[in-house]
């Protein structure tokens, strides 16, 4: 037994790394219900987590006596409480687009070693708002700041295929002729409606698309969009590069790999509503 | 529960509510603990993503986790997907930032914002917690609070020691007469930052304010433009009418009286 008149003395190491891991036990709870809608019982998050029932009550109980989760609806579970208000001050609330996916820009750049960009809907054009290019022969961003029609390259169709079938249907007829811009953006030169649809079926379908753009040097992409909980576009993250290095089957042998870095970011792209896409009125 | 878990809620809580950034003995001097301590609750806290070092110093602010739990929270508000469309019509309406705050127990959050127009902004951050009796979308809310509830909120303000100004109940009536509140803005004399309910069956669901000086107090009506505001929220109300399932607030089960928000500021 302790007295009370003990000096405090720093626990021996072993016992100092066994109380570390139970508070990481409880912070893994706590994690637990990031996402939308998170509702949990004792029995899920131990299953979820791979640790003993005895411990997540032990944390849930700590965590809802902090307040930082409480008792849900039902009564049984849990949910995330209010207290969680209370800590303020870290990144900013604001959801900064460019900033949250740099990173993973970075990651993705690590990984394939080729040009990586991060594209955002504008009215009804795509422009192109980060970027890390690769070195030596590459995929440039040789339209800086420039905004492409949804319809035009493949790529701005990855961001066209995340809005609705109504808004797409009256942004492809205010866009007409659809050869406006063929000389402009070669790529998708003649294009027709049910190739253009075709695209956004491929990617509502894969969750992303594949393309090759023939012109001049040849090169190949792959486009993730980001979406929210409704599926309606944060942005489009597309990975290019020349197409003797950037093969049909490099990039489907990274694939794996390039999702499993985006999915952090697509969890959180679906705990933010996108900002409205607002499209010009068609002429009447 | 091991009484590190708590401890290291107790340092996340001193991380976050420090207005610069933290170093070990800072914390341990404010906890009373011993700096090996404080290390270890830090180190905790950083491996799982709650506190972060600040530009790669040996000082600590919040981290991502945190930033991400509090989305989560904003994203159980399902009211927020519904209004977005409506704030950003009001922004460009308005030309001024336009928020919506949701009631959690007595206080009014505010869960999500359009930006207005002007390059120079002085919006306060998302997330802020105020008493249901403080600012304008609050008391916008707390006028369209059934009389019962606003005086059992009263009394958890005195048990709280939250002050009420003394002319409360005057001011909630002009907001019921007028339907809207409004706020002096300290930088525009003779002007006003205004606040629409979001009415639900029994009481407000939420409010959106124009926080902007937009409405001019020495002209009757405020501005040519108020109705057509007033409408774009009357269109939510109706939504709220026909589908108040979607409004759902997902802290009202829980007993107002127990929830406790000690926000900074």
Known sequence: ?284 | MSSSARRALTILETVGAAERPQGVTEIARALDLAPGTVFRGLDALERAGYVGRYQASSRYVLGGAVNRLRRSLFARFHIREICLPYLQQLAFASGETVSLSVPVGWYAVRIAAAPGLNEVTSSPPLGEVRSLAEGAAARAMLAFYPAAQVKRFRGWARTRRRGLPAELERELRAIRERGYALEATSFAAGRAAVALPVRGPERAVAAIAIEGPVLDLKHRGGHADLPRWIRIVEEIDALVRARSTLFANPFDHLDPDAIVINAPG
Not at chain 1, 48 to 77: C, F, P
Not at chain 1, 130 to 146: K, P, Q
Request: include cysteine.
């Open chain 1, 1 to 284: 037994m302790r007295s009370a008149i003990k000096p405090r003395e720093a626990p021996p190491p072993d016992e100092a790394r066994y109380r570390n891991q139970a508070t990481q036990r409880v912070l893994a709870v706590l994690s637990a219900f990031v996402g939308p809608d998170q509702v949990h019982g004792v029995t899920e998050l131990a299953r979820a987590l791979g640790t003993n029932k005895n411990m997540v009550h032990r944390a849930l109980t700590t965590l809802t006596e902090a307040g930082y989760l409480a008792r849900a609806a039902d009564g049984e579970r849990y949910q995330l409480g209010p207290r969680i208000l209370e800590l303020q001050g870290g990144e900013a609330d604001e959801f900064d687009i460019r900033a949250l996916c740099r990173p993973f820009l970075e990651e993705l750049y690590a990984l394939t070693e080729e040009s990586v960009f991060l594209s955002i809907v504008v009215g009804p054009s795509r422009v192109n708002i980060d970027w890390i290019e690769a070195r030596g022969r590459r995929v440039g961003n040789s339209l800086r700041g420039r905004a492409v029609p949804l319809h035009c390259t493949r790529m701005s169709r990855v961001l066209l295929a995340c809005l609705g079938d109504p808004e797409i249907a009256a942004y492809l007829d205010a866009a007409r002729p659809l050869d406006r811009y063929d000389a402009i953006f070669p790529e998708t030169a003649a294009a027709t409606l049910d190739e253009i649809w075709a695209d956004i079926r491929r990617v509502r379908h894969d969750g992303h698309l594949t393309w090759r753009n023939p012109q001049q040097y040849s090169s190949a992409y792959i486009g993730f969009p980001i979406q929210d909980a409704a599926g309606r576009p944060h942005a489009l993250v597309t990975i290019g590069g020349p197409m003797e290095r950037f093969t049909a089957e490099r990039i489907l042998a990274l694939l794996p790999r390039m999702l499993a870095i985006l999915e952090p970011l697509r969890q959180q792209g679906r705990l933010v509503p996108a900002v409205p896409v607002l499209m010009p009125q068609a002429p009447q």
